[in-house]
């Protein structure tokens, strides 16, 4: 029989094999419309994916990027700054404290190596033991488990004229000491952190893009206002009965001194307090 037979070609004939060609043309070509819409919107998601896949295979951290949240690196680092950093243990340099990338400033004058407008490294860091963010700082020095660290340290950073008086020393555990270069102590000094463990540093900061960072704060800020919060529990206290005389009528004009102590009543109602237990709220990357 011939293929001509007179019938019909079916829907998937006329069709043919290159409909999903034509579309993909289609949305490669548009110039106007929802097609071009969605090409935009694949092309900068796709860009967004790359350039998050190429910062994370050099970083080695995930996020790579952090925003400045306070002014405690000033003037090297700025609220609203956007700093790259690095592995804990990536690109380490030959001065660092072994098993870490990290540089203390206490070496650091001594091989002259400096980061951000001071010696040593900036380090990220995030104390378990404390509310609040990661912190971004610089690593002042090094301790030693049960070292007594007040003649190493900087006077000008610290209140006490011994070690029984400085907080964290002698030191329980190896460690850390570290200072934002616009703050007037040390970390561990002011009760911002204990001496930080290596394990507790996320990254060590390498690139400071100026504003930057003020993208991701106020897109934070934004869903921070608009997310509704659960109301924070709340606990009635009673308190000692407070005891009003109150005058009986009969007596209320009558002179000082001639009402009847047995005549007077008393109001009983307890007076009741809430008591909220809402935890103070820090917003700071660099406390």
Known sequence: MSDDDGRPPSPDSRRGPTSDEGVLTRLRTAE?????????????????????????ALSGVWPPMVAVESGSMEPHMHKGDLVFITGP????????????????AETGAEVDYRKFGGPGSVIVYDDPGSAGPPIIHRAMFWVDDGENWYDRANPEYMSADNCRELANCPAEYSGFITKGDNNPRYD???????????????????????????????????????????????????????????????????PAGDAPGSDAAATTAPLRVEAGNTPMRTAALAA
């Open 32 to 56: 106007e419309g929802p097609l071009l819409f969605v090409r935009e919107l694949l092309t900068s998601a796709l860009a967004v994916l790359a350039v998050g896949l190429l910062l994370f």
């Open 89 to 104: 243990e990536r690109y380490a340099p030959d001065s660092a404290v072994e098993g870490t990338a990290v540089v203390t």
């Open 188 to 254: 561990q000094v002011s009760g911002i952190a204990d001496p930080v463990r290596p394990e507790w540093v996320q990254g060590v900061a390498r690139i400071r893009i100026p504003l930057l960072g003020w993208v991701r704060l106020t897109l934070a800020n934004s869903i921070a206002t608009t997310t509704p919060v659960a109301p924070a529990p709340v606990e009635f206290v009673d308190v000692p009965t407070m005891e009003t005389a109150v005058p009986d009528a009969s007596t209320a004009n009558a």
